[in-house]
């Protein structure tokens, strides 16, 4: 499991197994946000796979499948209100985290300082510095 921290209730990670998921919940996680569409993967890890892991574990799940392609406002306004916005411990997985922790960035542009989001980023192993013109107003 490699849980990448970007706020004290906002974690990232690459893709996770199903037999991960109860360490989630030890770990304090409440919410699992899905980034990954399933055509990127194997049944066994599938949405549906890690879903009924999710609940058989007491975690509540939700799924937004991103795809860089698909990272347009609403979408990404969708995927804070899913993640982000939420009262939760939330983890957002992908494939490496990178999607995640940019719909993330994107995201919370404008209501967070971007240097900030760019230090978030940089310690959960993310380059943002890419993005600041795009982080520096809001996305959505």
């Not at 030890?26 to 899905?34: F, Y």
């Not at 609940?55 to 609403?74: K, N, R, Y």
């Not at 300082?113 to 013109?133: F, H, Q, S, T, W």
Request: hydrophobic share 45%; net charge negative.
């Amino acid at each position: 499991m490699d849980m990448r921290q970007l706020t004290p209730r906002f974690f990232v990670s690459p893709q996770i197994d199903p037999s991960e998921v109860p360490a989630l919940r030890d770990a304090g996680i409440t919410r699992i946000l899905c980034n990954r569409p399933d055509a990127e993967v194997p049944p066994s890890h599938q949405a549906a796979a890690i879903r009924s892991a999710a609940e058989a574990a007491g975690i509540t799940f939700v799924e937004q499948p991103l795809t860089h392609q698909s990272m347009v406002p609403d979408v990404i306004a969708a995927n804070r209100e899913m993640g982000a916005a939420t009262d939760d411990v939330v983890l957002a997985y992908c494939a490496s985290g990178t999607r995640s922790c940019i719909a993330w960035a994107l995201g919370v542009a404008g209501t967070i300082p971007v240097n900030d989001i760019i230090e978030a980023g940089a310690a959960g192993g993310y380059d943002l510095r890419g993005m600041r013109d795009v982080l520096d107003k809001p996305f959505v």
